[in-house]
């Protein structure tokens, strides 16, 4: 089964995996393989490592989408998510004037506050995801996750958003003015005055002032988490597992799978990297050919360490046939084996796509 006839008609790919198996090269792979293909493509990591960038043969990815040049009917782009810059631009897109804007972007609690979040950079992946697809500029997103437990994170961060702004915390922080902050107590008030006489900064004031001008666009926020959520689950998107043959990257794999499940997101196929392969398939080693070959002494080096690769290749088989079992729905995993090199340019990355767009079953648009 090629990938291509897995994600056909999708709009969004969110990979997903363990971490080191190779899911950003694969994210990379798919989208040079559909640009290939005929498509507008852009493939986004919140990976601030650059193995993206490094994939595709750039010096570095930024918050804004930069083209990759290949010689495809289709476009290649490629980014790297900011949060900080995300939250940025969503404060601008909800602020209902550019009083309230420059207010809350120069607050200095908004500023703590969206580098704290930048931290967690979840939710803000989900946002510019979103942005993108509403902008319908790409006829393909492929997304590039954090490792399987964060990306779970990835996946409750619109739930979890619109749960913050309904807390009963934060709206007595949205009262009008100080009003709300008097729940701190007449104790902390006094902290507040002596912080303020220390470092000259009216802490009480900047909380006053940020959650003033935050309430008038907290309800723009809880309105986009709720359609970001919807996003994940539309038809239009599918999750692809991506996993090495590994005995713990395959208990991910299918603790993942699982967890889709239960949120009854798209599940659409998985890809297992770096497949070992048998040095001598279905034959047996013949240790005497080999010491006649090479000596006794190398004749048996090279005899044990052919039984060490098929041992390798035999423990790959049964990991994936388990995982194979688990999933029991649709395809069957599309196996990528350790190729000669890592993948650190576009032609390493044309050489896996002789794996995961094998059997290839699906014509070119237009």
């Not at 988490?225 to 090495?244: I, K």
Request: hydrophobic share 40%; net charge negative.
């Amino acid at each position: 089964m090629s990938i291509a006839r897995l994600i056909e008609r999708k709009e969004i790919v969110i990979c997903a995996g363990a971490g080191g198996v190779g899911k950003t090269t694969t994210a990379a792979a798919i989208a040079l393989g559909m640009a290939q293909r005929g498509l507008k493509v852009a493939v986004l990591t919140i990976d601030p490592a650059r193995r993206l960038a490094n994939s595709l043969g750039l010096p570095e990815l930024g918050n804004e989408e930069r083209r990759v040049e290949i010689d495809a009917s289709g476009e290649l782009w490629a980014m790297m998510l900011d949060p900080k810059r995300t939250f940025d631009d969503l404060i601008e897109k909800h602020a209902p004037d550019e009083r309230t804007r420059d207010a809350v972007l120069s607050n200095r609690i908004y500023q703590e506050l969206s580098n704290a979040v930048a931290g967690s950079q979840e939710y803000m992946a989900m946002e510019k995801l979103y942005e993108l697809h509403q902008e319908e500029r790409y006829d393909l997103l492929v997304l590039d996750t954090p490792p399987s437990r964060n990306a779970l994170d990835f996946l409750d961060a619109p739930e979890r958003l619109s749960r913050f702004v309904d807390s009963r915390s934060l709206q007595l922080f949205l009262r009008p003015g100080r009003i709300g902050l008097k729940v701190f107590g007449r104790g902390t008030g006094m902290l507040f005055s002596v912080l303020k006489g220390v470092t000259g900064v009216d802490l009480l004031q900047d909380l006053s002032d940020f959650f003033a001008s935050f309430g008038d666009m907290a309800e723009g926020f809880r309105d986009r988490a709720a359609r970001t959520g919807e996003l994940l689950a539309d038809r239009r998107t599918t999750f692809l597992l991506v996993t090495s043959p590994r005995r713990d990257a395959i208990d991910e794999a299918i603790f993942f799978h699982r967890r889709l499940r239960e949120r009854k997101l798209p599940f659409g196929g998985v890809v297992v990297n770096r497949m070992s392969t048998l040095a001598v398939q279905d034959e047996p080693v013949d240790e005497s050919e080999l010491e006649t070959l090479l000596g006794k002494r190398l004749g048996r080096k090279v005899s044990s360490n052919l039984a060490d690769y098929e041992a390798i290749a035999v423990r790959d088989s049964e990991n994936v046939a388990r995982l194979a079992r688990d999933l029991d729905e649709g395809a069957p995993p599309i196996l990528v084996p350790y190729l000669e090199d890592d993948v650190h340019d576009l032609s390493g990355l044309l050489e896996m796509n002789e794996y995961l767009f094998a059997a290839e079953a699906v014509p070119a648009p237009g």
